[in-house]
């Protein structure tokens, strides 16, 4: 009977076990693409001459922000005291970019290109953890936010679509 129920144990999730780890590692790891995406579409926005896409940027931006909220408290409910993410290398770079297109002057088709990338980048995030073995709950909350993230990338490229023949 004990090593049973050390085994039944060894599952929980709450306590530190391979399950909460990975899903902690899968969190962390949409945490900092959603950092990066914040970051982007606020960065973005702030170059867009039109002002309906500034306003979408910047709402997006906060969505972002949101998400991130979402997946920290989920992360607290499971025992993690305290989150600190600050996105990656690649989507600092990729801010930098966007900031490098937008001073030469490479308008709202060249800053849409660069924003459906890193849509494209936080597709892939949500498909990758989305892949792996986690909690209903948590799994239901990232399909949730991945229909945004989807939604969110379409409204971007044809957007993009859109102003390359204006």
Known sequence: MAPARKEFMSTNTV?????NKEMESVLLDLIKTLEDSQKGFADIGDHLKDISLKRFFLA????????RA???NELHRAGMADVKESGTVSGAIHR?????KAK??????????????GED????????????????PIRELLVEQQEQVLASHDFVKASRDASAAK
């Open 121 to 136: 980048e936080a597709k892939k995030a949500y498909e990758k953890a989305l892949d792996r073995d986690l909690p209903l």
């Open 96 to 100: 930098t970019w966007g900031d490098l």
């Open 15 to 19: 306590d530190g076990s391979t399950k």
């Open 60 to 67: 997006e931006s906060l969505k972002r922000a949101n998400f």
């Open 104 to 117: 030469l002057g490479a308008g709202d088709h060249g800053l849409l290109e660069t924003a459906e990338q």
């Open 70 to 72: 979402e997946l920290e």
